[in-house]
């Protein structure tokens, strides 16, 4: 070799910096593997609580009776007990139309009030009935039937 040339690795051999290198792309291929499998084990508790929460609906949609029904078929949320005694006329409101499967930009326009006063509204459901989503919410309304 040279002075004036540049050092070449030999194949069997490659430099201190392509190991180094080797090392980091596998250390950040490892980290990304091991957030997808944080971020798959998450959905998968979430999927399973989606599941729960429909079994308990379809559960309550079998339990349900017709007489307690409005005209358009969807259960009056005023029939249903003492756990909603603590909503005020709005809040009742509000739920008889998530009832409904209504989306939050659809109460508002139903009741004439903007989405950011649905959430309020929600918020303070969720908190009255001890419940921490829409869903919950509806379980809880609908099993409290008298």
Request: glycine content about 6%.
């Amino acid at each position: 070799m040279l002075i004036d040339e540049p050092y070449r690795a030999t194949p069997a051999e490659p430099p201190e910096w392509r190991r180094l290198m080797a090392r980091s792309h596998d250390r950040a291929l490892d980290m990304a593997i091991t957030a997808l499998l944080h971020e798959a084990v998450e959905h998968s508790r979430a999927m399973r609580q989606v599941l729960h929460q429909v079994g308990q609906l379809a559960a309550l949609r079998i339990e349900l009776t017709r007489p307690d029904e409005n005209d358009d078929g969807f259960p009056k949320v005023a029939a249903y007990g003492h756990v909603l005694s603590p909503l005020t006329k709005r809040e009742r409101e509000v739920l008889d139309q998530l009832v409904r499967g209504h989306s939050n930009r659809e109460i508002a326009r139903s009741l004439g009030i903007s989405e950011r006063t649905v959430k309020n509204h929600l918020r303070n459901i969720f908190t009255k009935l001890g419940v921490g989503d829409r869903t919950s919410a509806v379980v809880k309304a609908l099993g409290s039937k008298n």
